[in-house]
């Protein structure tokens, strides 16, 4: 058959190269995980938002639907620290169909290991690391089955390297890293990839929060506290841009990218070339 005989509608639409994927994005509803649903959403994936802000991710969800593409995105309300209610049954419902896993969510906690409180170090292994093994668990039978997957963990350059006083958000992310690795092992006789992304200090309300806490009790402006303290060890001076992020993300999750494996891709600005 030429393709002057192939009827349009079944020549896929190069604008939309994730048209007929659905993404389930953790961490949906600000920074880097809005970002890479906007990403996602307008390359034509059908998006679930999951977040814990259920109010901030249904609007998102809203934004998403009127938008150019308005691919089919729904919200899911979810404390992905309550492990122990992230039940197979539920997770089988959100995940069976899903093509394309993000995790994104994520938490920091600040303090010296000696007077770091054992519950909240667990409370970050629960959402960073045993968290997104309950969701690739789920997700991967429905990927199997299709012969296509895409795990996209969204780690850090505290993936590959580590930093003083945030032992458990380096252990969760460390934790990660090998956790992608040996789903990519397991899973690329079916279609199915796993990687992780490791960005530096990337530009959210959160990151923007520290840097003004840390100038006022440093007494030092914002600028001197991103160039002295953040950016130290980083050859270009300034945050990553979420949607530099999310553009990555994208690039991962299209089918171009099936040989791209058990791999870390570093956007740190230089960080870890030292």
């Not at 380096?170 to 956790?179: C, D, I, P, R, S």
Request: overall charge negative.
């Amino acid at each position: 058959m030429t393709l002057q005989q192939v009827p349009w509608a079944v020549i896929p639409d190069a604008r939309l190269p994730l048209a007929g994927r659905r993404a389930l994005v953790t961490g949906a509803a600000g920074g880097i995980g809005a970002a890479v649903a906007r990403e996602l959403a307008s390359r034509g994936a059908e998006l679930v938002l999951a977040d814990l802000d259920g109010a901030r991710a249904e609007a998102l969800a809203d934004e998403l639907r009127s938008g150019p593409s308005g691919p089919a995105t729904r919200a899911w309300a979810v404390d992905l620290g309550d492990t122990a209610r992230l039940t197979d049954e539920r997770l089988a419902g959100m995940l069976g169909d899903v093509d394309i896993l993000v995790n994104n969510a994520g938490v920091q906690h600040i303090s010296p290991i000696e007077d770091f409180d054992p519950a909240e170090f667990r409370r970050i292994l629960s959402i960073m690391l045993e968290a997104p093994f309950l969701l690739v668990r789920a997700a991967l039978p429905g990927m199997y089955s299709r012969g296509f997957g895409r795990i996209i963990n969204i780690s850090s350059v505290h993936g590959v390297r580590a930093s003083a006083f945030k032992s458990a958000y380096v252990t969760a992310k460390h934790g990660l890293e090998g956790f992608s690795k040996a789903t990519a092992l397991e899973a690329a006789p079916h279609g199915v990839t796993s990687v992780c992304v490791n960005p530096g200090y990337v530009r959210t309300p959160l990151v923007e929060r520290q840097l003004e806490q840390q100038a006022e009790a440093h007494g030092v402006s914002v600028e001197e506290v991103l160039e002295r303290i953040l950016l130290a060890d980083a050859a270009i001076k300034r945050l990553v841009e979420p949607h530099e992020v999310a553009s990555l993300v994208a690039w991962l999750a299209s089918d171009d990218a099936a040989m791209a494996t058990g791999s870390s891709y570093l956007l740190d600005g230089g960080w870890s070339a030292h």
